[in-house]
Every structure is written in C-alpha cells, then in structure tokens.
C-alpha cells in the first residue's frame, strides 16, 4: 500500500511539477511573441558619434556645404526681360532686301502649260515657277501680282512671248495658280524687275 502510495505520490508529483512547468513555457512562448510583434524600441536621442581623436584637424578638409539652389521661378524672375530675348530679336538691324526692283510695270498675263522647248533651251515645265517676256534677258527674276485679288509669285524668265496684244508675261500653270488666275486665264498684273542686292 505504501509503495502504491508512493508511487501514486511521485506521479502526482510529476504532474504538479508538469503543470507550472507548462505554465511557464506557455506563458513564454506569448511574451515572446509579442515581442516579435511590437516594433523594436529605439532610443529617444541619439548622441553624435564622437570624433577620432587619432585624426590632425588642421589635416582634414574643410567640411562641405550643399550647393545653394534657387527655385527656378525666382531665378526667372529675376532674370532681365531683355536677357531672355533671342539675340537676335535683341539687336535687331534691318535685314537688306535680297534683291532691289529694277523696273515696274502693268499689263495683262496669260499661262500655258503644253510641254515645248522654250527660247532659254530648257524644256518648259508647267510645275515651275517660270515665264515668258518679249525682252527682258533670260533667267531674270520678276515679281507678279495679281491686281484683282493682291497675290503675288516670283517667277524666272526662260522663254521669250506671248504675242497676243496687251499681254507682257505668259506664266507657267503653276505661277498663274499661285496668285489666283488660272480660272479666267487671263488676269491684270503688276509686276516688279528684281536684281540681286
């Protein structure tokens, strides 16, 4: 009996050991685990870190300083009116004419468009910017305008013509569709002899 209740003694012992020491890992395991779940603590100041005493201070380098920037808005403002100008538009001399008016003149014009050797030698091209003058000298420049509605073309002279009265220019396709005149054909011009400056 006494060694049942010995041994019942020493079971029970176990047990009511086990239990606190159960206990205590439980209780363990959920201290640490709110441990891993708070977020670490970190000190309220933080000192600077003290300087190497092994260091020469006359020997390190002047400590550098961030470039100061301005805002970008402020600099522009500050800026000149003038100094944000293109040079160009700050010094600005009147261009010369690339070419002067030699002579003037008023007539009627014509256009034709058939491809044909002209007077110059070249072949005619209604899509050039090219006419014909009974006596003004070849390759000439000259400016014609169209009086009806005030648009005006330079065109080359390569071909001698027309020889209808009271015409002076025949104009390719291409000049008379320029200024406006290839639905009536014929049209009152102005126009204008250039030569280079």
Same mark, same amino acid.
């Given at each position: 009996?006494?060694?049942?209740?010995?041994?019942?003694?020493? #079971?029970?012992?176990?047990?009511?050991?086990?239990?606190?020491?159960?206990?205590?890992?439980?209780?363990?395991?959920?201290?640490?685990?709110?441990?891993?779940?708070?977020?670490?603590?970190?000190?309220?100041?933080?000192?600077?870190?003290?300087?190497?005493?092994?260091?020469?201070?006359?020997?390190?380098?002047?400590?550098?300083?961030?470039?100061?920037?301005?805002?970008?808005?402020?600099?522009?403002?500050?800026?000149?009116?003038?100094?944000?100008?293109?040079?160009?538009?700050?010094?600005?001399?009147?261009?010369?004419? &690339?070419?002067? #008016?030699?002579?003037?003149?008023?007539?009627?014009?014509?256009?034709?468009?058939?491809?044909?050797?002209?007077?110059?030698?070249?072949?005619?091209?209604?899509?050039?910017?090219?006419?014909?003058?009974?006596?003004?000298?070849?390759?000439?420049?000259?400016?014609?305008?169209?009086?009806?509605?005030? &648009?005006?073309?330079?065109?080359?002279?390569?071909?001698?013509?027309?020889?209808?009265?009271?015409?002076?220019?025949?104009?390719?396709?291409?000049?008379?569709?320029?200024?406006?005149?290839?639905?009536?054909?014929?049209?009152? #011009?102005?126009?204008? #002899?250039?030569?280079?400056?």
């Amino acid at each position: 009996m006494r060694a049942c209740l010995r041994t019942l003694l020493t #079971v029970s012992g176990v047990a009511v050991a086990a239990v606190p020491a159960g206990a205590w890992a439980l209780n363990n395991t959920e201290e640490t685990g709110r441990a891993a779940a708070a977020p670490p603590a970190t000190p309220a100041t933080s000192r600077p870190l003290a300087k190497d005493p092994t260091k020469d201070p006359a020997k390190d380098p002047a400590p550098r300083r961030p470039a100061a920037t301005a805002e970008p808005s402020k600099t522009r403002e500050a800026e000149p009116r003038e100094s944000r100008e293109p040079a160009a538009a700050q010094d600005s001399k009147p261009r010369k004419p &690339k070419y002067r #008016v030699v002579d003037t003149g008023a007539c009627q014009a014509s256009y034709y468009w058939e491809p044909q050797p002209t007077a110059s030698g070249e072949r005619f091209d209604p899509d050039a910017l090219t006419a014909a003058h009974k006596t003004l000298p070849m390759h000439s420049k000259v400016k014609v305008t169209n009086k009806n509605n005030g &648009k005006s073309v330079v065109v080359r002279i390569n071909d001698r013509g027309p020889y209808v009265g009271g015409r002076c220019l025949d104009l390719s396709k291409a000049a008379m569709a320029s200024v406006g005149g290839t639905g009536s054909g014929v049209i009152p #011009v102005r126009y204008q #002899v250039l030569a280079k400056s």
